[in-house]
């Protein structure tokens, strides 16, 4: 039932690993976006898919690697991770096209990182 | 550079009272306009908008007010109730369609009491 769901809900892993969050949504949705919550609450977008293309993406360390298999699914893949990585990372999706539903967003309930 | 700001990180209301919730922008080109809340361990979940073109919007205990001048939104809840703790954010965006992006506030915790 659940509309945007995300795995794992956590993890915690060594400085230096490779991890990657799986995202994916029932909703019918063209549009998935990946943020990320830090230390300081701010929610930042990093990257958004429509249709399995990208079309926004942030100022992001390119050890972070999106990667939409269909338009349902949005994982992302992390390299080398840091200690700054940690933080908890949200997925969404939204309806896309040019209505201003198109801003609403589904979030799924985040993956918290820890990076020790 | 906060873009959208939120700064009053808390506020405690008693309940059936009214719950005032501000934030404000700096970027001219934001056209619309989002609360979020959000419980703790789940992600956030769409409230209520307001389209630059408006002053208002309401929907049951909720209405959000715009002041295009003043760059400001606020977000009333009437009467306020327990099951409204959470932390509300307040964001924005400047387009519409697959390149919309919304910005973030850090958030204000809401704590009702009984």
């Known amino acids: 039932d659940t509309a945007v769901s995300q795995t794992p809900k956590y993890l915690v892993t060594q400085m230096g690993n490779d991890k990657s969050i799986k995202c994916e949504q029932n909703?019918?949705?063209?549009?998935m976006y990946w943020y990320k919550q830090d230390s300081k609450k701010f929610l930042k977008i990093m990257f958004s898919?429509?249709?399995?293309?990208?079309?926004i993406n942030e100022t992001v360390p390119n050890r972070f690697s999106p990667k939409s298999p269909d338009k349902a699914h949005l994982n992302l893949h992390i390299n080398s991770l840091e200690l700054g990585d940690s933080a908890v990372y949200f997925c969404a999706s939204s309806q896309g096209g040019l209505t201003l539903g198109a801003n609403v967003l589904t979030f799924g309930a985040g993956s918290r990182l820890t990076v020790l | 550079d906060q873009q959208v700001k939120q700064n009053s990180p808390s506020l405690s209301v008693q309940e059936g009272r009214i719950s005032i919730l501000n934030c404000d922008y700096t970027n001219s080109m934001f056209d619309y306009f989002l609360w979020y809340k959000k419980y703790p361990a789940e992600g956030p979940t769409f409230l209520i908008s307001i389209s630059s073109i408006k002053d208002k919007n309401e929907d049951g205990r909720f209405t959000v007010f715009l002041n295009k001048s003043a760059k400001h939104l606020s977000l009333h809840i009437v009467p306020s109730q327990p099951g409204d703790s959470a932390v509300y954010f307040c964001a924005a965006s400047a387009f519409t369609g697959a390149n919309s992006k919304l910005t973030f506030g850090k958030g204000i915790t809401l704590s009702v009491r009984p």
């Open positions: 898919y429509n249709n399995k293309e990208l079309i």
């Open positions: 909703l019918g949705h063209d549009t």
